[in-house]
């Protein structure tokens, strides 16, 4: 029985990054495996390190934490459990507000500072295959000779998934993005304290870690967490199997239509009544019982209904 909390519950994932004293030096670590900088991170701000407790229960939310290092630079770091519609475009929107939203009126562009987002996913957006990676990296390039346009816009994504089947290039050359993904995907305790066995990062995010799942507020977040995205879930397919329905009973409707009036057309010929070009368009805008009727009625009196 796993006795530690999931890490890639959202709500858990901000927790472990914001609230411990060891939570700094976690999530610095963390972010110098992922965006591996030229010098070392030193210090991050988290600008919005609350957890409010209707955030929880929103399930439409998304749980994010917004930081800032050093030099001015921008972070929105956050963990998916879930795939969820549009997930590129929001991601994308995300960026977009956040970086909008540096400048006040009449400030000068040249106050904007960069914004990266890093988005880990415990499900497969990117597709799967031989060239699907574990740590994948956007940026903004000319298409023909890959110019960078801008040093502004930067999205890494991480999916936990991929973790089966990693090549062996990318095992090695992104060893600390693989050893971080294997800590939030492990299913058992074991798992987490093999891996803090043999980096101190992943040690002091293990003890955070236990710290929050003998937390009992922090049990709490995460089982409201837990039922709003369950909740989530089920609305979202009983929504898409009604929607399912609904588009094959119109393609039923559309299919029985179509033989009707095929039906019709024959029977005009049969009878040699002419089709002009008002009744060919009734005919085209005419649904089942409409159709169901002129058919009834040009069998009876062997002419067009007046």
Request: aromatic share 6%; with cysteine; glycine share 4%.
């Amino acid at each position: 029985m796993r006795r530690l909390l999931d890490p890639t519950l959202d709500v858990v994932f901000k927790l472990l990054l914001t609230t411990d004293p060891e939570s700094p030096y976690v999530l610095r670590a963390l972010l110098t495996a992922v965006l591996r900088p030229k010098s070392p991170i030193a210090k991050v701000t988290v600008l919005n390190p609350e957890v409010r407790g209707e955030a929880v229960l929103d399930k439409g939310i998304v749980l994010d934490l917004l930081a800032v290092l050093e030099d001015g630079t921008l972070l929105d770091v956050e963990m998916q459990s879930e795939k969820r519609p549009a997930f590129r475009d929001r991601a994308l929107y995300y960026w977009a507000r956040t970086f909008s939203q540096q400048l006040e009126r009449g400030a000068d562009y040249h106050a904007l500072r960069p914004v990266i987002s890093v988005l880990f996913l415990d499900y497969r957006e990117l597709g799967e295959g031989p060239n699907a990676r574990l740590h994948s990296i956007f940026q903004l390039l000319e298409r023909h000779n890959h110019a960078r346009f801008t040093e502004s816009l930067e999205m890494h994504v991480i999916e936990l998934p991929a973790l089966e089947g990693l090549a062996e290039s990318e095992r090695a050359g992104d060893a600390a993005v693989v050893r971080w993904s294997r800590f939030f995907a492990a299913t058992t305790d074991a798992e987490i304290e093999d891996l803090a066995m043999s980096d101190s990062a992943i040690r002091a995010a293990t003890n955070v870690l236990e710290r929050l799942s003998a937390d009992p507020e922090a049990q709490v977040l995460a089982r409201q967490r837990e039922l709003a995205l369950t909740t989530y879930k089920i609305e979202m397919t009983a929504a898409r199997l009604e929607g399912e329905a609904r588009g094959e009973a119109r393609g039923e409707a559309r299919g029985e239509a179509k033989g009707l009036r095929i039906a019709v057309e024959d029977l005009c010929e049969v009878l040699g009544i002419s089709l002009s070009d008002d009744r060919r368009t009734f005919l085209s805008a005419a649904g089942v019982d409409e159709l169901s009727t002129l058919r009834d009625e040009l069998k009876r009196s062997k002419r067009w209904p007046a």
